[in-house]
């Protein structure tokens, strides 16, 4: 197929290519690659979590959502210039309408380009799903849970109830799903509970990963409260458990370590005390179509009226290498005590995390 597109040309820098005879990957102006695609299927959500949203969240009109079958082609135009690991996720993707039609047909682009197909969710839907994601070819999960305990669960999560999400998580374990429980660390909340939260995961099996807090949107809270360093956490944990430097690598930012004592892994996930941005192979499509080249700066590219402007995805192609082209270098987060207002105003779950 004939495409316009930004490409590498042979003196080894990034040229438009008005017409090129094959599709060629998609290369950022700083020579990284991009093989990876977050795609918010939905910015809403039945939790509030406190550092994600504010309780009176005002969402997008269903009527800018692009349908099942947009996402699923946009996807398949990712994967045809690249593309080799996708991650649904939202707001909370398992309470999308018919998601798992979605599921479903990326499932079939496994083995045809894609590698890996996998979901990021609160688990509250797992226990319904477990089994069809399975079935659809998904076969690693991360679910966030940011504590054990099903009072304090309640008050993060605003509306969650912490044992239908643990019944989820079992459902997924027996479905024959690799599990990853995500915890974002908050200070003075759940800071006193990482051993027992990596004790429950060597029991299990799953691997656990902490995330600093992100200043991402307005939320009811004071984010500079909220904020803990992982450094700090890491040195604190090296009492207890025995650490050792991972080179388990799963195409996302976290960094691991090997857990002696359970044989699982713990990551972290450092946007604030390191830059993650180096080896950045990411981008993030929303449910209207919006791509944000950096979860951390404001710049995006809108691919829903390409997308619709032909059955052809050739206006489509020549929008996303343009898109790709502007990818910056990295974030610069900051939390901003004077002002304490968000790097970035639009929420984690309007971009997917
Ligand atoms: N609803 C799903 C879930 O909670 O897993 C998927 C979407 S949620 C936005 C994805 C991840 O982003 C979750 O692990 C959540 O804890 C994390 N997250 C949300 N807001 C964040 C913030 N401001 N800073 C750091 N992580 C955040
Ligand atoms: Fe919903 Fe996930 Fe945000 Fe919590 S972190 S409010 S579960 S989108």
Redesign the pocket.
């Known amino acids: 197929m004939a495409v316009a597109g930004f490409a590498i040309n042979r003196a080894g820098t990034l040229a438009f290519m008005p017409m090129q005879r094959e599709v060629s990957a998609m290369i950022d102006p700083f020579g990284r690659a991009v093989t990876y695609l977050r795609v918010s299927v939905t910015d809403r959500?039945d939790?509030r979590?406190v550092?994600?949203m504010a309780e009176d969240m005002v969402f997008l009109p269903k009527k800018d959502l692009l349908s099942l079958e947009e996402l699923d082609r946009l996807c398949g135009a990712f994967i045809r210039h690249g593309v080799t690991k996708l991650r649904l996720?939202?707001?909370?993707?398992l309470v999308r309408r018919d998601v798992m039609w979605l599921i479903r047909k990326l499932g079939e682009r496994i083995g045809n380009g894609l590698e890996e197909l996998t979901i990021?969710?609160?688990g509250s839907q797992l226990a319904k799903y477990a089994d069809d994601l399975m079935a659809a070819g998904v076969r690693r999960i991360?679910?966030?849970i940011?504590t054990l305990n099903a009072e304090k669960f309640a008050e993060i999560t605003r509306w969650g109830k912490l044992p239908a999400v643990l019944n989820g998580v079992m459902a997924a374990k027996a479905a024959g799903l690799k599990l990853k429980i995500?915890a974002?660390a908050l200070k003075g909340v759940n800071e006193d509970e990482y051993d027992s939260m990596i004790e429950w995961c060597g029991v299990h099996g799953f691997d656990l990963c902490l995330?600093?807090?992100?200043?991402?949107?307005e939320i009811d809270a004071d984010r500079t409260e909220q904020f803990l360093p992982l450094s700090l956490v890491r040195s604190r944990l090296q009492r207890r458990w025995t650490l050792s430097d991972s080179d388990y690598l799963t195409g996302g930012p976290a960094r691991y370590m090997n857990v002696a004592e359970t044989g699982q892994r713990i990551g972290f996930i450092t946007p604030l005390t390191h830059n993650f941005c180096e080896g950045c192979n990411r981008v993030r499509l929303t449910c209207t179509g919006t791509l944000y080249m950096c979860l951390g700066q404001d710049d995006a590219a809108d691919l829903r009226g390409p997308l619709r402007a032909a059955e052809s995805d050739e206006v489509l192609d020549a929008a996303i290498f343009e898109a790709i082209a502007r990818k910056p270098k990295g974030h610069d987060f900051v939390i901003d005590r004077a002002k304490a207002r968000p790097a970035v105003a639009r929420?984690?779950?309007v971009t997917?995390?």
């Open positions: 959500c939790f979590c550092y994600c996720t939202g707001g909370e993707p990021t969710t609160n991360n679910v966030s940011d995500n974002v995330i600093e807090t992100m200043p991402l949107g929420h984690m779950s997917g995390g």
